[in-house]
């Protein structure tokens, strides 16, 4: 499913990754509608991103007998960059 997502998209794996985490905030935001929630809206992007590694590192398994650490690891960064730069920044306008 995923290459079918790249190649229709010509978007790079990392690409991707950073636009699905800042997709899964921005719907958040829509629906939830408050900065309030930030905390909550984290914590559904990194579920979604660990979900997805998961599977990645199954696949990953099953492919070659062990893991790619490395990969998920990058992968994770790349999905929780941003949506971590948006709580930590949240956080510190809220002590100010």
């Known amino acids: 499913m995923k290459r079918g997502i ?4 010509s978007l790079s794996r990392d690409a991707l ?3 699905i985490g800042l997709l899964i905030m921005v719907l958040g935001f829509v629906f939830l509608g408050s900065f309030r929630r930030l905390a909550l809206l984290w914590s559904a992007v990194l579920a979604a991103a660990v979900v997805n590694e998961l599977f990645d590192l199954h696949a990953w398994y099953g492919w070659t007998g062990g893991f790619n650490w490395a990969d998920s690891i990058h992968d994770l960064i790349n999905t929780m960059l941003w949506p971590t730069a948006f709580l930590i920044t949240a956080r510190i306008r809220k002590w100010r």
Do not use: G, K, L
Not at 6 to 9: G, S
């Open 6 to 9: 790249v190649d229709t998209t």
């Open 17 to 19: 990754h950073i636009h």
